[in-house]
């Protein structure tokens, strides 16, 4: 399967990559990360890594740093390289976000779970039935397209050219935003808990099970 052939390829390149020096660890870490905001698969990532990983390794052993082996700029060296590869097909696209989706909720799903049957025995009610809210439908809604935003940001931002100074202060202002975010995100599940359905228990952690199992074949697809 193509999932065991990527997970075979990340365990080479994590191999070779412990022998870079630290820097360029980093270096190569921002790179990687910048490459998955673009719209090819993590097969593709790996193979990338992969080349990029040998080019460094041979230029660490004749001294070379890595800018001196991929340029100045590797944003362009790597939208360079991304635009020699084949970008997912509309159908891909499709399920690549679908994946998304259903691994957000595979996730929150255990969450609400709890959280409702807790509410459910604090009002007097059973362990049978899950309460599902109105908070809880927004806040998933909401938690999905926030999380989402958070990690295309990181993505698209791991290689912007910064001094330290402005790196602690971009830092500071992330984790004020991600707070907020955070505030933001459970405050429709604790405003508005008026109970819309109740799920039984076997439903609720059969869509979990559904859920959990869409988005493994989903990963394996797109991947």
């Not at 790179?31 to 460094?56: A, C, G, H, N, W």
């Not at 059973?126 to 809604?141: D, K």
């Not at 109740?198 to 869509?207: D, E, K, P, T």
């Amino acid at each position: 399967m193509m999932m065991n052939k990527r997970k075979a390829l990340q365990q080479q390149n994590n191999h070779y990559e412990k022998q870079l020096p630290k820097e360029t660890r980093q270096i190569l870490t921002d790179i990687v990360v910048y490459l998955k905001s673009f719209p090819i698969s993590e097969y593709q990532v790996e193979l990338v890594r992969l080349d990029i990983t040998r080019m460094l390794l041979e230029g660490a052993a004749r001294g070379a740093s890595a800018s001196e082996v991929l340029g100045e700029d590797y944003k362009e060296f790597c939208k360079g390289i991304v635009a020699e590869l084949p970008p997912r097909t509309p159908l891909q696209t499709i399920a690549y976000h679908a994946d998304i989706l259903f691994l957000g909720l595979a996730i929150l799903m255990p969450l609400w779970m709890v959280t409702g049957l807790l509410d459910s025995v604090q009002n007097g009610g059973s362990l049978i039935h899950v309460p599902v809210s109105s908070g809880t439908i927004s806040a998933t809604l909401i938690i999905l397209v926030v999380s989402y935003a958070i990690v295309q940001y990181i993505c698209k931002t791991s290689l912007e050219d910064e001094s330290e100074q402005a790196r602690r202060k971009n830092r500071f202002r992330f984790i004020l935003i991600l707070f907020f975010a955070v505030l933001v995100c459970m405050a429709p599940a604790i405003l508005f808990r008026n109970t819309v359905l109740n799920v039984h228990i076997a439903v609720y952690i059969a869509g979990f099970v559904i859920c959990f199992c869409i988005h493994k074949l989903l990963a394996a697809y797109t991947d």
